[in-house]
Each structure stands twice: as C-alpha cells, then as structure tokens.
C-alpha cells in the first residue's frame, strides 16, 4: 500500500469515559478512523444499558466520519466542522456521556444543524462558521418554544440542560 501527505485536523474524539485522549484525524480516509467494533463485542455486554451505551458510542464515530466527510467535501469549513464537534462533546460531557447522539446535516449556507426527536420534543443546535450557534427547542404537544444564542465553548445554562436530559439513555 502506498502512502500519500493528507490533510490533517485537530478533532477531539467522542469521550464515553474518557476512552481517547485528542489525536490527529486523518480526514483522506475517514473510514480508518472509525474503531471497529465487532459483532460479538456487543454480546459481550450483558445488560441493556451498555449494550445502548456502545451503540451510541458506534453512532459517535460514524458523526464524527460525517463531519470530516463534509469538511473534505468543502460543505463546512474546518472552523465549522471543529465547533459542531467540540459543541457535541461538550454537549455530551455535560451530560456525563449519556446524551443520544443527534442527527446532523449541512446546510448550504456552510452551517451544521444537529437534531434530537423524542415523542413531543424536538431539539435542535445550529453551528455557524464564526463559531457561534443558536438552541432551538419545540415541544409539538403544547407548541411551547425558545431559543438560546451561544459562543462555542461556553457553559450552557442549567434550563438547557434540564430540556437535554430528555435525550439521554
């Protein structure tokens, strides 16, 4: 096999107890940065929760395959691509790990748009290039909203929390 220089970028990896320390990623072949994690490492596991648990951290390394996926595109910029994964795992830190990995998706206007569905609550976090991003919750029932604008990197407040706390295993 052959080796070629590649573009490299600093993401720090998906913590589900502080199992990896922050490395370098190399985003030519995203595939190789995925752990693979075998069939029968899931029966291995005997209750529920952390057979739940490891799914979540699979889902983990195929979000971060999909961040570096778009940044090799050109559909977000590094800048972009590194806050949505450090807003994540801050996100899932503040929840001690327990919080279910979103969907995510690009807009075309190079922002990053994670989503979470739970029966009457829809949450979502917006990432945008200068690294500021918006909190935007929806309960469908009662059609209660808010919004939250935030710098990346900053603590989030408790309400936040509280309303994350519905997405976690």
Do not use: C
């Not at 096999?1 to 589900?16: D, E, H, Y």
């Not at 748009?113 to 309960?139: K, M, Q």
Request: glycine share 4%; hydrophobic share 40%.
């Amino acid at each position: 096999m052959t080796t070629s220089a590649s573009t490299t970028i600093q993401l720090r990896p998906f913590s589900l107890s502080g199992l990896f320390a922050p490395r370098k990623v190399n985003i030519e072949s995203p595939e190789q940065e995925m752990l693979p994690v075998s069939r029968m490492a899931l029966d291995d596991y005997s209750d529920a929760r952390s057979q739940a648990r490891l799914l979540e951290y699979q889902r983990a390394q195929r979000l971060r395959n999909f961040l570096m996926g778009l940044l090799r595109k050109g559909d977000l910029s590094q800048s972009t691509a590194t806050a949505a994964w450090k807003t994540w795992t801050m996100l899932s830190d503040e929840l001690s790990g327990s919080l279910i990995v979103p969907n995510g998706v690009a807009t075309p206007d190079g922002q990053l748009l994670f989503t979470w569905d739970l029966n009457d609550h829809h949450f979502e976090v917006e990432v945008f290039p200068d690294r500021t991003g918006e909190i935007f919750y929806l309960n469908y029932r009662t059609n209660a909203t808010w919004e939250y604008d935030y710098q990346v990197g900053d603590r989030l407040p408790d309400t936040i929390k509280d309303k994350l706390n519905l997405f976690v295993l």
